[in-house]
């Protein structure tokens, strides 16, 4: 077990409403990086929050957002939800940015309908 | 070229026998590679970081070959619970970008 968790486990969301997906890193971790993973696909990079700030983004779009508190747990706010917006959404957390290992949580499966 | 490609497999390999993944990226300037293997329906967990000198752990070992822009991973006297997803990660620093292969589906056959 890795001590990075997330919630929820499943979620199920219509077109065009809000989600906010949850995750808390492994002690003494002071990075989350967010990932989504579409079936058959390596997970693709969201965004990373160091520190509390955005630290390196992949190519979503803005209505991918997200947060990180000071505990360093993070959340990640997807609006105006598209149906290829269902996928396995992962959080990673790591010590320090560069060239750091990361430690994943079991995802959020978010469907869409 | 895709910033990270992968041969998507599936291998298909005899237990006791010796696997080779190879990962090729497009940019020069990254830094930092990983392997990682994905179990079905599970999050990925970190196998290797990937050493500009090559690493070994038990019957792995990683290499990295930045001229021709490859990394690799050999695992000797496989066994039927290697049978998974292997994700290579390349960290571009510079631009603080962290991009995952497809993977390559590895079955081990008894």
């Known amino acids: 077990e890795t001590g990075v968790t997330q919630s929820p486990t499943h979620l199920i969301k219509t077109r065009g409403q809000q989600v906010t997906l949850r995750c808390s890193s492994q002690s003494g971790h002071n990075t989350v990086s967010w990932y989504q993973q579409a079936l058959g696909q390596g997970p693709q990079f969201i965004f990373q929050y160091y520190r509390e700030e955005e630290n390196g983004r992949g190519n979503f779009p803005p209505r991918f957002s997200g947060l990180q508190f000071p505990n360093y747990s993070s959340e990640l706010n997807v609006n105006a939800l598209e149906l290829d917006d269902s996928a396995l959404y992962l959080c990673a957390s790591s010590w320090g940015v560069q060239g750091s290992e990361q430690y994943f949580g079991p995802g959020t499966r978010l469907t869409v309908t | 070229r895709k910033e990270v490609e992968q041969d998507p497999g599936p291998f298909n390999v005899p237990e006791g026998a010796t696997v080779a993944f190879n990962c090729t990226y497009s940019n020069s300037a990254s830094q930092s590679f990983f392997w990682y293997r994905q179990d079905c329906r599970k999050e990925p967990k970190l196998l290797m970081s990937?050493?500009?000198s090559g690493n070994e752990d038990g019957r792995f070992t990683a290499q990295l070959n930045r001229a021709s822009q490859y990394i690799s991973l050999l695992i000797r006297d496989s066994k039927l619970s290697d049978s998974a997803t292997y994700l290579c990660?390349?960290?571009?620093?510079?631009?603080?970008?962290?991009?995952f292969g497809k993977g390559t589906r590895l079955h081990i056959l008894p």
């Open positions: 990937v050493y500009s």
């Open positions: 990660v390349v960290n571009m620093n510079r631009d603080d970008k962290i991009i």
